[in-house]
T-cell receptor, first 113, second 112 residues
C-alpha cells in the first residue's frame, strides 16, 4: 500500500493568483496522477506525471494553466495558475499503476474568490 | 476505456446486503472491471477488481456475468460507514499510464 499526503488541505485564494499543491508519497512510485473534482461532480483526470519525463495532459487541460513538477519518485506538485472562481475544486493526487489498485491522497480543497 | 452505466442512487438498510449494479456492454476481452468508492470529503478508495471470474475480498464480492456485459458489487453486511459514492470503472489490463476515467457513480445511502 501507499500513504499519500497533500498540502495544503484547503485554501482560499484570490482571483488571478496561483497556488501550488504538493503531493508526498511514503514509497517510491513511478506513476502519479492529478485529478480535479468540481463541486458535486465526479473526478476528472488532469494529467499523468512520471518521474523523468514531461507530464501528459488530458484534453481540456494545458501546461500553462496546470504546470506539474515531478522531481523524484516520492513527490510531485501541481500549480493552478491565474486562478478564477471556476477553478474552485478539490484537487487530488494518486499513485500506482492504473491497471491495479490506485491510491489517492486526501485532496486539496481550493476556493477562489 | 469502455463506458459504464450505474444507477445514480440507491438505499439499503443497515445490516443487509447492498447490491450495486453496473452495465458495461462494450467491454473488451482484456478489460477488467474495477470498483472504487468515495466517502464524503475523502479520496477514492479501491474496493475490488475482476476479469471474468467472481472475486471476493474482505470488503466486498464482485459478480461478473458470463457475457461480461454487466457486474454487481456486493457489500454483504452494509454499515452506516458504507454510505459513499461507488464507481464502476472498466480498464485495460496493463493499460499503463492512462489514469482512471470516473463516471457519475452510484450514491449508496445506508439507512439505520
Amino acid at each position: 500500500s501507499a500513504v499519500i499526503s497533500q498540502k495544503p488541505s484547503r485554501d482560499i485564494c484570490q482571483r488571478g493568483t496561483s497556488l501550488t499543491i504538493q503531493c508526498q508519497v511514503d514509497s517510491q512510485v513511478t506513476m502519479m496522477f492529478w485529478y480535479r473534482q468540481q463541486p458535486g461532480q465526479s473526478l476528472t483526470l488532469i494529467a499523468t506525471a512520471n518521474q523523468g519525463s514531461e507530464a501528459t495532459y488530458e484534453s481540456g487541460f494545458v501546461i500553462d494553466k496546470f504546470p506539474i513538477s515531478r522531481p523524484n519518485l516520492t513527490f510531485s506538485t501541481l500549480t493552478v495558475s491565474n486562478m478564477s472562481p471556476e477553478d474552485s475544486s478539490i484537487y487530488l493526487c494518486s499513485v500506482g499503476p492504473p491497471d491495479y489498485e490506485q491510491y489517492f491522497g486526501p485532496g486539496t480543497r481550493l476556493t477562489v474568490t | 476505456d469502455a463506458k459504464t452505466t450505474q444507477p445514480p442512487s440507491m438505499d439499503c438498510a443497515e445490516g443487509r446486503a447492498a447490491n450495486l449494479p453496473c452495465n458495461h456492454s462494450t467491454i473488451s476481452g482484456n478489460e477488467y472491471v474495477y470498483w472504487y468508492r468515495q466517502i464524503h470529503s475523502q479520496g477514492p478508495q479501491y474496493i475490488i477488481h475482476g476479469l471474468k471470474n467472481n472475486e471476493t475480498n474482505e470488503m466486498a464480492s464482485l459478480i461478473i456475468t458470463e457475457d461480461r456485459k454487466s457486474s454487481t458489487l456486493i457489500l454483504p453486511h452494509a454499515t452506516l460507514r458504507d454510505t459513499a459514492v461507488y464507481y464502476c470503472i472498466v480498464l485495460y489490463s496493463g493499460g499503463g499510464a492512462d489514469g482512471l476515467t470516473f463516471g457519475k457513480g452510484t450514491h449508496l445511502i445506508i439507512q439505520p
